[in-house]
């Protein structure tokens, strides 16, 4: 029980650790979510900058006007620009969405920068309304579904930053100055943990909400949010693949041998398209004992290859012996290529027409529509 509740924290703190170990498919929703808070803290403090100009007139003094003035409306333009970016992009790349979040936390910090660099002849308490900015970033950092390594380079970031602010005002050794280091550091320290949580939760949340919980492939709703991206999976006509998988006698195998072997069936079949699995390929559990392969081949004998290879080992299969018996394992297979300016749904269509077809001339066949006569 300790070793078991031991390894899914490791486990846990290495799904949050970087994006190394994340899926593709959690890599897109994960790209999705980052760009909701970014639309939410970007219009948050779009809306506050001219509320927050009006401080700056009353709070500083005249001769810091020209620079921080401008810098307020070079942070309030990046912001809208953001957006406008967030507008036009609804399918962003994770790495677009990352630079996105770090632009709409690095503007304020650079305002803030901009802040102290014009009041540095000035005395400390000219930076009332101001100081408080590392502090609001950092606390910012938990609303990102953030891994714990993108957000301790972020704070790291700011506390170089309220370093720095130390340094301008002539004072970073100062007992204040360095209790707000402290300060600035233990709020990093829960933001953390607070990213960690966060991210965790999202994960097993959407591993539920979307991966079968027999064999641990997609599900069916997965697939539908999978074919809105098939432009990021570099999928194109006339090289993208259906393949669509039936197990053979699948019933008679429950009623003969029990459910109990019938599930093992489904899991050592799904064992073996993962360690088949090809990079930026789709594979999911179609439904009962179905299972739809979306992926890229070169040419078609490639692909063929491919089905035939998980064929052959489909009946290498060995589940457990049930009174010194075991069931025989195969399979059938229809194949499509995706054809210019058609849907996802129509080539699997044509992929079911097909396995159909080798269902009903023997099973455990593959059935492609480049090699009909």
């Known amino acids: 029980m300790v070793e078991h509740i031991k390894s ?15 899926s593709k498919d959690f890599t897109l929703a994960r790209s999705e979510y980052l760009r909701t ?21 009353f709070l500083l003094p005249k001769e810091s006007w020209a620079v921080v003035f401008p810098a307020r409306l070079a942070m309030f333009l990046g912001f809208l620009l953001t957006l406008y970016i967030c507008h036009l992009s609804r399918h962003t790349s994770t790495k677009a969405s990352l630079l996105l979040s770090g632009i709409t936390l690095a503007l304020p910090g650079l305002f803030y920068a901009a802040v102290l660099m014009s009041l540095a002849s000035s005395v400390p308490h000219s930076l009332i309304g101001y100081s408080f900015i590392p502090f609001l970033l950092v606390v910012t950092l938990a609303v990102f579904p953030f891994t714990l390594i993108e957000s301790f380079i972020l704070g790291m970031g700011l506390l170089v930053l309220q370093f720095f602010a130390g340094y301008i005002m002539g004072q970073p050794l100062s007992s204040q100055h360095l209790q707000d280091l402290w300060l600035l550091a233990a709020l990093l320290f829960i933001v953390l943990s607070t990213n960690h949580f966060h991210l965790s939760l999202l994960l097993r949340l959407y ?5 079968d919980p027999l064999t641990g492939l997609l599900n069916r709703i997965a697939l539908e949010r999978h074919t809105e991206h098939l432009k990021t999976l570099s999928l194109r006509p006339p090289n993208t693949i259906i393949m669509l998988m ?26 073996l398209l993962k360690a088949e699995m090809k990079k930026d390929q789709i594979t ?50 229809g194949l499509s290529m995706l054809r210019p300016n058609e849907s996802i749904q129509s ?19 593959v059935v492609a529509e480049e090699i009909e006569a």
Request: with cysteine; hydrophobic share 35%.
């Open 37 to 57: 808070r970014i639309i939410t803290i970007s219009v948050i403090f779009a809306v506050l900058t001219p509320i927050w100009a009006l401080f700056d007139w």
């Open 347 to 365: 080539a699997i269509q044509r992929a079911d027409e097909r396995l159909y077809r080798g269902k009903r001339t023997g099973r455990n066949r």
């Open 207 to 211: 591993r539920q909400a979307t991966h």
């Open 246 to 271: 039936d197990l053979d006698h699948f019933k008679k195998i429950n009623d003969t041998y029990g459910h109990s072997v019938g599930d093992e069936v489904l899991r050592l079949f799904s064992s």
């Open 284 to 333: 999911c559990r179609y439904g009962g004992e179905e299972f739809l392969i979306i992926s890229s081949y070169s040419t078609k004998e490639q692909m063929i290859n491919y089905a035939e290879r998980i064929r052959q080992l489909t009946q290498e299969l060995q589940p457990k012996e049930v009174n010194g018996d075991a069931p025989k394992i195969s399979v059938s297979i």
């Open 8 to 22: 899914r924290y490791v486990s846990s703190v290495y799904d949050t650790l970087s994006s190394r170990y994340h």
